[in-house]
């Protein structure tokens, strides 16, 4: 179920978008950003992808 609302109730997940809105960026390039794992923001890109407010695709071994 899509909770859009929640999805972007996080400040974390608003400043993603924000980022992504200029450029294509991978989780490690978003990680930089921020003090947290490529796997924490892999889980709040998850959370963006499956509100439908974010898209990904394959580029070589990058996603």
């Known amino acids: 179920m899509k909770d859009i609302f929640k999805a972007l109730s996080d400040e974390t997940r608003r400043e993603i978008l924000e980022m992504l809105k200029d450029e294509k960026m991978t989780a490690s390039d978003i990680a930089s950003h921020f003090d ?28």
Do not use: F, P
């Open 36 to 63: 947290m794992s490529q796997a924490s923001v892999s889980q709040h890109l998850k959370i963006l992808r499956l509100n439908d407010l974010i898209y990904s695709e394959r580029q070589g071994k990058y996603i």
